[in-house]
T-cell receptor, first 115, second 116 residues
Framework: EAGVAQSPRYKIIEKRQSVAFWCNPI?????LYWYQQILGQGPKLLIQ????????DSQLPKDRFSAERLKGVDSTLKIQPAKLEDSAVYLC?????????????FGSGTRLTVV | AQSVTQLDSQVPVFEEAPVELRCNYS??????LFWYVQYPNQGLQLLLK??????LVESINGFEAEFNKSQTSFHLRKPSVHISDTAEYFC??????????????FGSGTQLTVLP
C-alpha cells in the first residue's frame, strides 16, 4: 500500500511570511495527525482529525497555525505569520479509526527553516 | 495524560556490542507501548510494539523490548548492533481508553551511534 505522502520536503521562508504543508494519508485511514518535531526533541502533537472533524487541537498555536481536512482525506497545515521558533520538521501521520494499538504510519515530513 | 522519559539522549556503542535504550512512562490508564526509529531525513518507522500478552516483544531486525508494569518501563535492547542501526530511537505511549488518550505521546529520543 502507498504510504503517507507529504509535500514539500523542504521549505525555507523568512519570518512573518506564510507557508502551507500538504498531507495525503493512507487510503481508508480516517484519523490524521500533524506533529511538530523540533531538532533534538520528540514529536509533539499539534492537531488530530477524525474524518474531517477536529478531535484535539489543544496544542495548536491558533493565533498563527491553522489546519483543515476537507472531505476527510487530504489535509493542509498553514502557518501565518511564521516565527523563527517554528523551524522544525512537520510530520503527518494516519491510522485506522479505533485501532490505537496498530500505531501510526508517518510521512517523511516537511523540514521548515524560518530565517 | 501520558508522558515518556528517555533517560539517555545519546548512546555511542561499538559494532557487535550489546545495547540498551531506556524508556520509562507515566500514565493514569492502561497503555500500549511503541518504539519508533528515525533514520536521517526520514519519517518515523514502527520498530516494535507491546499491546498485550507476552511482555517481551521482538522486531524483525533483532531488537527486543520488555514491558515491565511494576517499573513502568519499556527498555529496548539488541545483543549485537550493526553500523546500520545508527539512528534516533523514540519510545512512545498510547492510552488504551477511548478519545484523546489514544494519541501517541513521544519521548525526547535517543541517538544511537554505532562505531566501527
Amino acid at each position: 500500500e502507498a504510504g503517507v505522502a507529504q509535500s514539500p520536503r523542504y521549505k525555507i521562508i523568512e519570518k512573518r511570511q506564510s507557508v502551507a504543508f500538504w498531507c495525503n494519508p493512507i487510503s481508508g485511514h480516517a484519523t490524521l495527525y500533524w506533529y511538530q518535531q523540533i531538532l533534538g526533541q520528540g514529536p509533539k502533537l499539534l492537531i488530530q482529525f477524525q474524518n474531517n472533524g477536529v478531535v484535539d487541537d489543544s496544542q495548536l498555536p491558533k493565533d498563527r497555525f491553522s489546519a483543515e481536512r476537507l472531505k476527510g482525506v487530504d489535509s493542509t497545515l498553514k502557518i501565518q505569520p511564521a516565527k523563527l521558533e517554528d523551524s522544525a520538521v512537520y510530520l503527518c501521520a494516519s491510522s485506522l479509526v479505533g485501532r490505537a494499538g496498530y500505531g501510526y504510519t508517518f510521512g517523511s515530513g516537511t523540514r521548515l527553516t524560518v530565517v | 495524560a501520558q508522558s515518556v522519559t528517555q533517560l539517555d539522549s545519546q548512546v555511542p556503542v561499538f559494532e557487535e556490542a550489546p545495547v540498551e535504550l531506556r524508556c520509562n512512562y507515566s500514565s493514569s490508564v492502561s497503555v500500549y507501548l511503541f518504539w519508533y526509529v528515525q533514520y536521517p531525513n526520514q519519517g518515523l518507522q514502527l520498530l516494535l510494539k507491546y499491546l498485550s500478552g507476552s511482555t517481551l516483544v521482538e522486531s524483525i531486525n533483532g531488537f527486543e523490548a520488555e514491558f515491565n508494569k511494576s517499573q513502568t518501563s519499556f527498555h529496548l535492547r539488541k545483543p549485537s548492533v550493526h553500523i546500520s542501526d545508527t539512528a534516533e530511537y523514540f519510545c512512545a505511549v498510547s492510552g488504551i481508553s477511548s478519545g484523546s488518550a489514544r494519541q501517541l505521546t513521544f519521548g525526547s529520543g535517543t541517538q544511537l551511534t554505532v562505531l566501527p
